[in-house]
């Protein structure tokens, strides 16, 4: 793996449009499989809650790419005093807006979409310590495989890639975006 700058990544000659279609997907699929989780009442995620909201250092391209247009002319963004709860000194998303607010909600990576949510992770199952308090069993679909979440990542990052860039291609899977 190797870490390259978002200037570098963007200054990548793109050989064939950018086709987000599927990232969208998978970000359906999440989208439903949060729904039903909520449905289990408990989610207390809402818009403010930044306590999780760590810095993300690299993104995948496919990620870097997707968020890339909505970052154009973000002003307005950076923490403004903000401090979480849940992890106290470390510095928190440079995105976020000084209520605490997602400034990029409709575009963030997929870290962002599932975290709080129900995972399942070698250590077994996780999820924000203020979600799901009184859950005492799951129907085992539901939580998120997050091994099997990472790998689709992967492949809708090579898929993009391949159709994007198909000369450099397999440098570019390689490669993690600096992002905060």
Known sequence: MRIVSGADFLAEPVQAPWNFSDLERLHTAVGVKCARQEELGGVQ????????????PTLLPVEYAFLSESL??????GQAGLESELHPGEPLCGLLAGDGSCGIYGWRPLICRTHGFLHITEQGLDHCPWNFADLEEVDG???????????TLLRVNVHFLRRSYPS????LAQARIRFQ
Do not use: A, N, S
């Not at 995620?45 to 993300?56: L, P, T």
């Not at 450099?168 to 440098?171: E, F, G, I, L, R």
């Open 45 to 56: 995620c809402r818009k403010g809650c930044f306590h999780c909201c760590r810095r993300i």
């Open 72 to 77: 154009l002319g973000m002003v307005g963004l």
């Open 141 to 151: 679909d539901l939580p998120f495989q997050l091994e099997d979440l990472h790998e």
């Open 168 to 171: 450099v291609w397999t440098d």
